[in-house]
């Protein structure tokens, strides 16, 4: 295992890194500078990516925290958005799966819920082709 503590080691090891990245660190040597002094969400969640240093946790963690403290140039945030119940509950659950305090029950629930939509809306486009006038499916 490489470890990588360079902005030099970070290009050798990722060399697809976008131009911009290289601008923005072409002001550091060291990753652990440019992480503390960088003020670019995307950038370092790139970092992250580039060198897996998240695990699923981490990142359903860091989109829930986005959601819900991320600031609108109105003074509100993205969680003011969310105006439908549904969708701050998809948060909510979100953030307590990945806490592991989310119940089996709270994910079957949330999981039901998802499949009943989804039946409801299949049923809609499709309509119940046992009700067609021939009154069966002919395979």
Request: aromatic share 8%; hydrophobic share 45%; net charge negative.
């Amino acid at each position: 295992m490489t470890t990588i503590s360079t902005v030099e080691q970070l290009i050798e090891a990722r060399p697809d890194i976008c131009e911009p990245a290289r601008e923005w660190l072409a002001d550091f040597t060291d990753l652990a500078d440019a992480w503390d002094r960088r003020h670019r969400g995307p950038w370092l969640l790139w970092v992250c990516s580039a060198l897996d240093l998240l695990d699923d946790r981490e990142l359903r963690m860091i989109a829930c925290k986005c959601v819900r403290e991320t600031p609108l140039a109105d003074g509100g945030k993205v969680w003011d958005l969310l105006t439908d119940e549904r969708s701050r509950q998809a948060v909510t659950v979100a953030e307590r799966y990945a806490d592991a305090a989310a119940a089996d029950a709270v994910r079957a629930y949330a999981s039901d819920a998802a499949y009943a939509t989804q039946a409801d809306l299949i049923r809609e486009i499709v309509g119940n082709p046992w009700r067609k006038e021939a009154g069966s499916v002919t395979l």
